[in-house]
C-alpha cells in the first residue's frame, strides 16, 4: 500500500481543528486510517477531534476484538472520554467530533464513521461515496427537500446530526468492502468536499503522476477554491 496524507488550516480560520492518523499496525501489514473533524468554541474542536484520534487509535491497537467490535469499542471510549471532558471544564462544553477511522487488512476495508467526514473508494476511474453524512443536508435530500446540488449552498450544510463527545452514548455506522490492485481508498474532511465537487477530486487523482505529492494537490484545490473550513486528505493506494 501506498499512502499520501495532508492537512490545512485553510484560508478563514484561524485553527485546524482537524486531527487524522495512518500508519500500518503491526508486521502482518494491517493498516489503520482516521480523520477527525472537530467542533466547539474555544478551540475545544481542537482537543476533541485529537483526543478521538488518540483514543481510537490506542483502542484499535491495544484490542483483541474483532475489526468491526475493535472500532465500535473504541469510537465508545473516545466518546465517553470526550464528553466527560466537555462536563467537567467549562472551556470545553458542546465540544465533538467527527470520526470516519478505517483498517485495511490484506483485501478488506473495515470503516467506522460518525459524522460528516467522508470515505471514498475510487476504483476503474469512478469514485464512490461509502459513508453516509450524518448531517442536515443530507436528511433534507433523503426527504426529497432538496438536491444534491442545492446541499453544496445550502446555509446549514455545516450542521451536523451525529458526533462524538456531544452525547453520554454515539451510534456508530460500520462498513465493510473489498478492494482489488490499483483502487484507491479516499478518507476525508469536509473542508475537501465542501470545495471540491466528486468529479474534480476524481479528475486530480486518476490524472496524476505524483502519489506521494497528490493529497497536497486536493488540499491546494480546496484553498484554491475559497479554503473556508480545514482541510484533511488520507489516500490509500493498493
Not at 173 to 182: A, C, G
Request: glycine share 6%; with cysteine; proline share 1%.
Amino acid at each position: 500500500m501506498r499512502i499520501s496524507s495532508a492537512t490545512s488550516v485553510g484560508k478563514i480560520r484561524a485553527v485546524n481543528e482537524d486531527s487524522f492518523f495512518v500508519s500500518e499496525l503491526d508486521s502482518s501489514g494491517a493498516l489503520l486510517a482516521i480523520v477527525a473533524d472537530g467542533m466547539g468554541g474555544h478551540n475545544a474542536g481542537e482537543v476533541a477531534s485529537a483526543e478521538a484520534v488518540k483514543m481510537i487509535k490506542d483502542g484499535v491497537v491495544s484490542s483483541d476484538s474483532d475489526t468491526k467490535d475493535m472500532l465500535l469499542e473504541a469510537i465508545e471510549c473516545a466518546n465517553n472520554a470526550i464528553y466527560k471532558m466537555s462536563v467537567k471544564s467549562p472551556q470545553l462544553h458542546g465540544m465533538g467530533t467527527t470520526a470516519t477511522a478505517c483498517v485495511i487488512s490484506e483485501n478488506t476495508v473495515t470503516a467506522a464513521q460518525v459524522g460528516d467526514s467522508r470515505l471514498y473508494l475510487i476504483k476503474d476511474n469512478s469514485i464512490t461515496q461509502i459513508t453516509k453524512d450524518h448531517s442536515l443536508v443530507e436528511m433534507l435530500i433523503e426527504s426529497g427537500s432538496i438536491t444534491k446540488e442545492d446541499a453544496r449552498q445550502h446555509p446549514q450544510k455545516n450542521v451536523i446530526t451525529r458526533a462524538i463527545g456531544t452525547n453520554s452514548s454515539v451510534e456508530t455506522d460500520i462498513y465493510e468492502f473489498t478492494v482489488e490492485p490499483e483502487d484507491i481508498i479516499l478518507l476525508c474532511s469536509d473542508g475537501l468536499v465542501n470545495m471540491v465537487e466528486d468529479e474534480k477530486i476524481l479528475s486530480l487523482i486518476t490524472e496524476s503522476k505524483d502519489f506521494e505529492n497528490l493529497a497536497d494537490k486536493l488540499v491546494c484545490e480546496a484553498e484554491n477554491a475559497g479554503g473556508h473550513d480545514n482541510i484533511t486528505v488520507i489516500l490509500i493506494k493498493f
